[in-house]
């Protein structure tokens, strides 16, 4: 993540907890926020205060800090009409692959997930939560939404092997990527082509372990995307 000085530093330091928290699988300790953030405990207890006052978090009787129902009611407004064209075609990859199928969008230098969703009968299945990030020079999903991209509008830090598996990308289609975000998981992704103001895009699945057909994941999940394309008039 790029690290600039923040106009507010106590709106700053808010919202990473938040981004902590969105991160974690489970509640974290006040304690734990303050290792994270290099902060004394008093400041994150004052800001967690103030987020519960919002509702966008909340404490359990041990104390620890998780997400606010709050703050499921504000991203359902970060692209609501994507998220909305986007969730029933993931909704069929996941149960026609049996993968957790989800929907990531370039936010400056990382890939952020804004929908997920799990196969409905799979006996194992890879969570992807809305929220989760990583940077933008890892994970299939994150080669994906670069090879759709001029090399001019990429983000800093893309390097000679990651500019070669983009390219490569670019003329396969797809993007694959292999213990690079999660160890042990492999992930395959394609782009998500929309218009301005629509942020670049991919649709992705992740499975543990190696993936049968990659060629054939791909085509499933290009169809996908035209399809979602095709209803937000791209």
Known sequence: MATTTPASQTLSRGIRVL???????????????????????????????????HGLVGRDPRGLVALGPRVAALAAGVSHDLQSEALPELTAVANDLGMTCFLAVLDRDECITIASVEPRHAVAS?????????????????????SALSP??????????????VEAAAVRGHATSHDEVIPTVTS??????????????AIAVVSVGAVAD????????????????NALGG
């Open 19 to 53: 981004e902590l928290l969105a991160e974690e699988r489970d509640a974290l300790a006040i304690d734990e926020l303050a290792r994270r953030l290099g902060v004394h405990r008093s400041i994150v207890y004052r800001l967690v205060r103030t987020l519960e006052d």
């Open 188 to 201: 395959v992704a394609v782009p998500l082509a929309l218009r301005a103001p629509q942020r670049p895009a």
């Open 152 to 165: 001019a509008a990429w983000p800093e830090g893309i390097d000679a092997a990651l500019r070669a598996d």
């Open 126 to 146: 890879v969570a992807q939560r809305p929220g989760a990030r990583h940077p933008i020079t890892v994970g299939a999903p994150s080669k994906a939404i670069l």
């Open 214 to 229: 990659e060629a054939a994941v791909a085509a499933r999940l290009a169809r996908s995307a035209t399809t979602i394309r």
